[in-house]
T-cell receptor, first 113, second 113 residues
Framework: QKEVEQNSGPLSVPEGAIASLNCTYS??????FFWYRQYSGKSPELIMS????GDKEDGRFTAQLNKASQYVSLLIRDSQPSDSATYLC?????????????FGSGTQLTVLP | GAGVSQSPRYKVTKRGQDVALRCDPI?????LYWYRQALGQGPEFLTY????????KSGLPNDRFSAERPEGSISTLTIQRTEQRDSAMYRC???????????FGAGSRLTVL
């Protein structure tokens, strides 16, 4: 059974702080890792993808991957109230396709003004 | 179209009825995916297509669920003899061939009474 585990939260951080979201996965053969953001009542939207060990930065977002520990994280710097959403970690078995993405149940983030 | 279009947005049906959910992907997107999302959970993979060919249907819960994409564009997910446990948000997503960026539609919320 392929599993992706996330702390469901809710996680609350003050505006301007760093929000840290964590995800672990069980399938060692996983090759592609994604973070999706889902606002309440809306559909998921991709915000970050990462394929290699280490850090990947995009604006205020940094994704971190450690395949040996089967661990993916997302850091959001200078958190804004507009970042309040559920963040979904997703894992895929291949590097070239989004097929069979396995999603975690999501972490609900609230950024307090 | 400009985005992934799903219809109907809301469907209420009685137990035992058949339902058909429609997805119109982004123009030119070869790959089309169906997911089911329960409240408070991440999307769960159901099936996906490349062009008109169904590549993987391992996520379909049972033989009451089927999907088709006869001309490689619009897809229909059909649930026969609906049961209350089928109630969920059904999400369609599309991508370019071999790409790992999914664009989700707004979803079809199914309620089985």
């Amino acid at each position: 059974q392929k599993e992706v585990e996330q702390n469901s939260g809710p996680l609350s951080v003050p505006e301007g702080a760093i929000a840290s979201l964590n995800c672990t996965y069980s399938d060692r053969g996983s090759q592609s890792f994604f973070w999706y953001r889902q606002y309440s009542g809306k559909s998921p939207e991709l915000i970050m993808s990462i394929y290699s060990n280490g850090d990947k930065e995009d604006g205020r977002f940094t994704a971190q991957l450690n395949k040996a520990s089967q661990y993916v994280s997302l850091l959001i710097r200078d958190s804004q109230p507009s970042d309040s959403a559920t963040y979904l970690c997703a894992v895929a078995p291949t590097s070239g396709s989004a097929r069979q993405l396995t999603f975690g149940s999501g972490t609900q983030l609230t950024v307090l003004p | 179209g400009a985005g992934v279009s799903q219809s109907p947005r809301y469907k209420v049906t009685k137990r035992g009825q058949d339902v058909a959910l429609r997805c119109d992907p982004i123009s030119g997107h070869v790959s089309l995916y169906w997911y089911r999302q329960a409240l408070g959970q991440g999307p769960e993979f159901l099936t996906y297509f490349n062009y008109e060919a169904q590549q993987d249907k391992s996520g379909l819960p049972n033989d009451r669920f089927s999907a088709e994409r006869p001309e490689g564009s619009i897809s229909t997910l059909t649930i026969q003899r609906t049961e209350q446990r089928d109630s969920a948000m059904y999400r369609c997503a599309s991508s370019s061939f071999g790409a790992n960026v999914l664009t989700f539609g707004a979803g079809s919320r199914l309620t089985v009474l």
